[in-house]
């Protein structure tokens, strides 16, 4: 294929890898020659080369060669020309390119009387220049590339009396040189020795006859011969383990004496002759064949493969044009080496294979798992675990580093649901502290304790104003009061501890005396009936008791403003900040004033206030001041996940993802979470998704798919990859697919199945690819999907609808109308995007429901009706079935919130702070409020029942739903079940 | 960490030029010069099947994804692509034939949307929604195309060839594939252009000059690595997430496989042996 044209009787090629584009013509005339350099770039649609330099050479050019030599001083080699005088110009090429003044950088004369007819450099020593002329001579330009030493290769000359027409430097041994002469004689010199090693002569010799001569690039002991003679146009290949004869003969195909030889260097199976005849003939000597035969209109002169360009060559004519071509490809027949990859590998999971050129098998390599800090084990343990509460002992009792230890035990508590667990995890023994308060007041409280553990089973109410307070309440809360300001002065007989430090700052008046000092004046209001001013004092002066004690006698407004005076007058932190409200109950306050430091006492005094219902809200906010205040992370996620909110919990946890323990770590934690998480948040689905997907890429990376699967199980059923990622493991050919197709339900095909289209064969003979009345079948799938079973029966209605169309397509199937016609109804899917199976939706039809869908193996209409097309399936139809959700097991349900509330009501009420003092008033207002108002609260129970027997039939429902397969039924997520076997 | 496993006999009579697993690693297909495609059964152990393409070499084949049933494409020297579905055998679906070799073949990843370079430089695309009538041809390069990859979400369609140049292309909406990259960071032929499975922004690229490199596709394209392995670099493979990295070579008619894996930030280095 033609390429570029240009002018010149002979050229040479760049042996530059980055100028491989670049030719060098020699143009003759009668005024001597011009050497140009071409370059072309053949994705521009011009036809001829562009000159970037040229050389003037006062002498016609013979002979042209050009070699990369001694870069640091001609960074683009040496030009070599031979010429008609008898002499050999050197030219830097980059000087002549750059149109330097001074390009020649030597002139060898007094070489031969006639022309050199040959020249070229030893590649492996590109100072040695050999030379044909009237002999065979060697220029060595190292020392002096001015006055190179020149020599001849040895004694006895072989070729006296004729004179030389090529010579060839060995491509791979450097110092043996060949030689032909026109007398048809080919000899080969020792360079080292200095003398002919071998030779031979064409039989049917004659004089005066160009012959052409390559060493082969591969095997040093072959050498090509071409010969112009137009009897036998032969080319030649000899062997020198062979010398009685050539090895290979090419004949009958050059008409004409073939002038010119090139051997590929890109594919050494490849030479190129070009003959008088205007053929170029390209031989494949392996195969002994012709790969490709041009017949040009012009005798050639000269040819050459491009050294660097693939595939290209260049041809001059006898008349000085120069065409750069390219070896006509995709014939059939043989394929040039630089087309056809040697080696390849593929991989699939944990298998390598890969083939080699000299190996006709291919090899399967194996892949071992790798598993750092056994992590992967650990958490295929965590996971075949069944229980929630299993899986977090496992992780309870496993070494951990500090904060994990504390999480999970938090976690603990929170699924526990249990009181004493939680003030445990947060570091406070109801047993210890009330020994030490009995040790105190000399009382035992513990019976007490016993008795709020029978009203454990009691609801609890939801907080009440204190506005409502009763007589009643009112008047525990002052009895307390009192019996506390006793026991401290009854104190002498019991040792005092730390607890004790609160009732030291109290300000008590010592003065016993009512008829003196601040004392009497109360007494005097009293007796004159002035409560307030009683009460007024009586606060000042710190008898807060008895202040509150006349309030109480008093009425309820009075007890209010003289409890908020109390309260707000006090000076001391803790009765300010936690103590006021405790009393007045407003918890969300304490969350915003408690000492950060001390936040599970704040806890745990929530807890323990009958505002627990709020709990879950104010350890949202302790979390979020840590957040906001300290951007303490651990105990912000402490806070968050006694607030169970997996939201929170996992803004956290994503951000410790840094190395493959954390992200595990978080992974754990969030899988039990997530079950106790109180909201169901978009937010938690789509980190929680990332953090699986990345979880499971580094599985998959050490080759444990079975980790990879586990996790994948947990992801949110509208994370389109870990859908595609499970169907991938669950049905991948890799060492775990036994045991997760054992433990795992079969993940439905998470894509859309299309049909493929029948194409056109184009540009060739039309012929049957298949019998055409052979039915065709659907090949097996995996998993039939409710979506296509639409997608048939839409497509066997659009067929019936569109008898026309159809047969339209039939008569016409090259009509772009029909296509049309077909198509138009549908918008064809946007390729470039991935269709997603529509999301699932949460709840499976009722079993028994009649499917609207048509029996199931309803074939698209068979290849032979419609011998060229397929219809297209109809994209838009929105399914009515969901592809199933994956999973393992049924899960429990999630967490309904109003369940929720009535399991927290029916087991938080555990009170054991009781005992400690300033707490025990407030337990026992809770106690008779309890009381009071069970009679309210069995509305509420019956009502709860109701809630929950609801909720136990949506549970049952689900479960019979699940039963029926397919689909499962599409379930949010949880953990998968123990490995059926292990 | 890769020990030697069986041996597939692959039934090919000359050279072996391209190797494909299937989505699911259970079969795995190979083509050749003998102008076959051989499918084996890697769990049985078996070849499943033998299916005459052409008499002239292979030189690239490709899966279809799963969703399509059992789909293979190649594309021959003499310049055919072909199309074939299982069925009950083999059977052709679709061909187009080109004037000049073809030199590589890819469905874009989940779609029946064929890429395919040749020896002019031309990438032609086949689109399984126009019956397999083609989409777009255009010259993409000077020369010979080597070497193509889509990206994962097939957004991005990389080609290389033997005018040394990587050439990304961008495919938005139904428009005409756009240039997005020139990559001219090698200095000779470049055979091969793979795109990290999980990352659109990651390159690699192997020719003669025997260098693989690691291309970030960003703004510009940066070279994040350059590994020398001194020999001509044919093909390249990922495994399926991209922390193994097969680098397929040859140098002076010796054949190299050497694998590397993945560090930090796109780097890949030597894996330990054992």
């Keep these: 294929m033609l390429l570029k044209t240009t002018q010149g009787n002979m050229s040479v090629w760049s042996n530059l890898k980055s100028q491989s584009n670049l030719l060098v013509t020699a143009v003759n005339d009668q005024w001597g020659s011009q050497l140009q350099f071409n370059s072309f770039n053949l994705g521009q649609k011009n036809t001829s080369t562009s000159i970037i330099g040229t050389v003037t050479s006062k002498d016609a050019v013979s002979c042209l060669a050009w070699e990369n030599f001694a870069p640091e001083t001609y960074p683009m080699g040496l030009v070599a020309a031979g010429t008609t005088e008898g002499y050999v110009a050197l030219y830097d090429a980059n000087s002549a390119i750059n149109q330097e003044e001074e390009s020649c950088v030597s002139i060898i004369d007094q070489l031969y009387e006639g022309p050199v007819t040959a020249i070229e450099f030893n590649e492996f020593k590109p100072n040695l220049i050999a030379l044909g002329g009237q002999d065979v001579l060697i220029a060595d330009i190292v020392k002096d590339i001015q006055n190179p030493s020149v020599f001849g290769p040895g004694n006895p000359n072989l070729h006296e009396d004729s004179s030389i027409t090529a010579v060839s430097w060995n491509k791979k041994i450097l110092h043996i040189l060949a030689s032909a002469s026109q007398n048809g004689l080919t000899g080969v010199w020792d360079l080292r020795n200095n003398k002919p090693i071998f030779s031979f002569q064409d039989s049917s010799a004659v004089s005066n006859k160009k012959v052409s001569l390559l060493w082969n690039p591969e095997i040093p002991t072959q050498i090509a011969v071409a010969y112009d003679d137009e009897r036998a146009p032969e080319l030649q290949i000899w062997d020198l383990r062979n010398p009685q004869g050539p090895s290979i003969v090419f004949s009958q195909v050059h008409r004409s004496g073939i002038n010119s030889l090139s051997w590929c260097p890109n594919d050494h199976s490849l030479l190129l002759t070009g003959g008088r005849d205007g053929q170029v003939v390209c031989w494949n000597y392996k195969t002994q064949s012709v790969v490709s035969q041009e017949q040009l209109d012009f005798e050639i002169a000269d040819l050459k493969w491009s050294k660097r360009v693939t595939s290209v060559y260049s041809i001059s004519s006898v008349d000085g044009q120069t065409s750069i071509r390219s070896l006509p490809s995709g014939k059939e027949g043989y394929a040039p080496k630089w087309l ?210 006349l309030a109480y006698s008093q009425s309820k407004e009075i007890f209010e403003q003289t409890m908020n005076t109390f309260l707000t007058t006090q000076t001391d932190y803790f009765l300010k ?406 | 960490m890769l020990t030697e496993s069986l041996q597939i006999n692959s039934g090919h009579s000359s050279m072996i030029h391209d190797i494909k697993y299937d989505y699911y690693g259970d079969k795995l297909a190979s083509c050749g010069s003998d102008g076959y495609i051989n499918v084996y059964d890697v769990s049985k152990k078996q070849q499943v099947a033998q299916i005459k393409i052409r008499d002239s070499p292979l030189f690239s084949l490709s899966w279809s994804h799963p969703r399509f049933g059992n789909v293979i494409a190649t594309s021959s020297y003499d310049g055919e692509i072909s199309i074939f579905k299982e069925q009950k055998d083999w059977m052709k679906v679709a061909s187009f034939q080109n004037e000049g070799s073809v030199n590589c073949v890819q469905f874009m990843p989940r779609e029946l949307f064929l890429a395919c370079g040749t020896s002019d430089g031309f990438v032609i695309l086949l689109d399984n929604n126009k019956n397999w009538d083609v989409d777009y041809k255009w010259q993409a390069h000077e020369s010979i195309i080597h070497g193509l990859c889509w990206n994962q979400d097939g957004s991005l369609l990389a080609t290389c060839s033997a005018d040394k140049l990587i050439k990304v292309w961008e495919f938005t909406n139904n428009n005409k594939p756009q240039l997005k990259y020139t990559i001219q960071s090698h200095l000779d032929v470049v055979k091969d252009v793979q795109f990290h499975p999980l990352e659109n922004n990651i390159l690699v690229s192997g020719g003669d000059d025997g260098k693989l490199r690691v291309h970030k596709l960003d703004d510009d394209v940066v070279d994040n690595q350059v590994i020398d392995f001194h020999m001509t670099i044919w093909r390249i493979s990922f495994n399926m997430l991209g922390n193994l990295l097969t680098v397929n070579g040859e140098s002076n008619g010796q054949n190299k496989i050497q694998t590397l894996k993945q560090e930090n930030n796109f780097q890949y280095g030597p894996i330990d042996c054992n």
């Design chain 1, 577 to 982: 900040n936690v103590l006021k409200h405790i009393v007045l109950k407003h918890p969300d306050e304490i969350a915003k004033n408690y000492e950060l430091n001390t936040w599970k006492e704040c806890a745990a005094m929530v807890l323990n206030s009958d505002n627990t219902g709020q709990f879950h809200k104010i350890m949202e906010q302790v979390g979020d001041r840590f957040i906001a205040e300290r951007k303490d992370e651990f105990n912000a996620l402490q806070c968050y996940i006694l607030a169970m909110n997996g939201e929170k919990c996992i803004k956290i946890l994503v951000n410790h993802n840094n190395s493959l323990k954390e992200l595990t770590e978080a992974i754990k934690l969030l899988i039990v979470i997530q079950e106790y998480s109180l909201s169901e948040s978009d937010v938690f689905d789509r980190l929680f998704d990332g953090l699986i997907l990345k979880f499971a890429n580094y599985a998959i990376q050490h080759n444990q798919y079975l980790s990879a699967a586990y996790a994948l199980n947990f992801s949110s059923p509208d994370c389109q990859r870990a859908l595609e990622l499970l169907d991938l493991l669950y049905k991948g050919n890799h060492k775990d697919r036994n045991i997760i197709q054992k433990i795992m339900e079969k993940p439905a095909f998470p894509f859309k199945y299309e049909q493929i289209k029948m194409g056109i064969v184009k540009q060739t003979q039309a012929q049957p690819v298949h019998a055409p009345n052979q039915p065709v079948s659907r090949p097996t799938r995996p998993a039939v999907n409710q979506h296509q079973h639409q997608e048939d029966h839409n497509v066997r209605q659009q067929v019936q609808q569109n008898p026309n169309s159809n047969a339209a397509a039939m008569n016409n199937p090259f009509g772009p109308n029909v296509a049309k016609v077909v198509d138009d109804p549908v918008p064809p899917p946007n390729r470039r995007q991935v269709q997603k199976p529509a999301p699932p939706v949460k709840t499976a039809p009722p079993p028994n429901q009649p499917k609207k869908q048509e029996p199931q193996n309803i074939q698209p209409p068979p290849f032979v009706q419609e011998p060229f097309r397929q219809e297209q399936q109809p994209q838009t139809v929105p399914p009515t079935q969901p592809p199933p959700k994956h999973h393992v097991a049924p899960p429990p349900p999630p967490p309904q919130p109003q369940q929720f509330q009535s399991n927290q009501q029916q087991t938080l009420p555990q009170q054991p702070f009781q005992q400690q003092q300033h707490q025990q008033q407030i337990a026992q207002q809770q106690q008779w409020q309890q009381e009071q108002q069970q009679q309210n609260n069995q509305q509420q129970i019956l009502n709860q029942r109701a809630q929950q027997n609801a909720v136990q039939e949506i549970k049952q429902q689900t479960q019979q739903g699940k039963g029926v397969p397919p689909p499962p039924a599409p379930q949010r997520r949880g953990p998968p079940p123990p490995p059926k076997k292990q």
């Design chain 1, 340 to 549: 056809k990859p040697p080696v390849g590998s593929a991989y699939a999971f944990d298998q390598l294979a890969s083939f080699k050129e000299n190996n006709s098998a291919i090899q399967t390599y194996q892949i071992g798992k790798s598993d750092p800090d056994n992590i992967f084990e650990s958490f295929n343990a965590f996971c075949s675990v069944d229980a929630e509460q299993n899986r977090i002992q496992l992780e309870m009792e496993k070494q951990h580093d500090q904060q994990y230890t504390q999480y999970w035990k938090l976690i603990n508590s929170v699924q526990k649901e249990d009181k004493k667990e939680y003030l445990a995890t947060l570091g406070f023994s109801v047993q210890e502290i009330t020994q030490q308060t009995e040790n105190y007041t000399g009382k035992r409280h513990a019976k007490k304790d016993d008795q709020n553990k029978k009203k454990n089973q009691v609801p609890q109410r939801p907080a009440i104003d204190f506005a409502t307070i009763t007589d009643q309440d009112a008047d525990s809360f002052f009895n307390d009061l009192t019996n506390q300001s006793l026991n401290k002065q009854q104190q002498t007989n019991t040792s005092r501890n730390q607890d004790v430090e609160i009732f030291q700052s109290e300000q008590v008046s010592k003065n016993t005396n009512w008829n003196v000092g601040v004392e009497k004046i109360i007494k005097d209001n009293l007796i004159v009936g002035n409560y307030e001013g009683a009460i007024d004092c009586a606060l000042k002066c710190g008898r807060s008791a008895e202040a509150l004690l």
